[in-house]
């Protein structure tokens, strides 16, 4: 069972707005830190931004700040991107992630995951 499933990618215009959401239906605890990664072509995979178990702490890379909002819901099992504001290099594939630690903080480093999603494409046209 894939652990983690995202949705809500698609194609939207620089400008516009999408909301990723990620069910962790194949995990057995609904308190692991989140994260959001993407990865463009050609590109490393990169933070994007990250949340702890309880939604009390977000943390975003500098690129994203002030655009884009993480948050989750414990007893849905599923963590959300809002994403505003959205530009021609925000486009890629973004996948969600899960540090199998429960009642831990978030982090922005891809070596702390243990879970992965397997990502929704999001294509912003100019």
């Known amino acids: 069972q894939v652990p983690l499933v995202e949705s809500g990618g698609g194609l939207v215009q620089a400008g516009g707005s999408l909301r990723l959401s990620c069910i962790a239906s194949?995990?057995?605890?609904?308190?692991?830190?989140m994260g959001w990664f993407r990865q463009a072509p050609g590109k490393e995979r990169e933070f994007v931004a990250a949340?702890?178990?309880?939604?009390?702490?977000?943390y975003y890379a500098d690129s994203v700040k002030g655009r884009f909002t993480i948050s989750r819901d414990n007893a849905k099992k599923t963590a959300y991107l809002q994403m505003n504001s959205l530009k021609s290099e925000d486009t890629a594939v973004y996948f969600c992630?899960?540090?199998?630690?429960?009642?831990?903080?978030?982090?922005?480093?891809?070596?702390?995951?243990?879970?992965w999603g397997q990502g929704t494409q999001v294509t912003v046209s100019t």
């Open positions: 194949g995990l057995t605890s609904s308190r692991y830190p």
């Open positions: 949340i702890n178990w309880s939604g009390a702490s977000t």
């Open positions: 992630a899960a540090v199998a630690s429960p009642y831990g903080s978030g982090s922005g480093r891809i070596s702390d995951y243990d879970y």
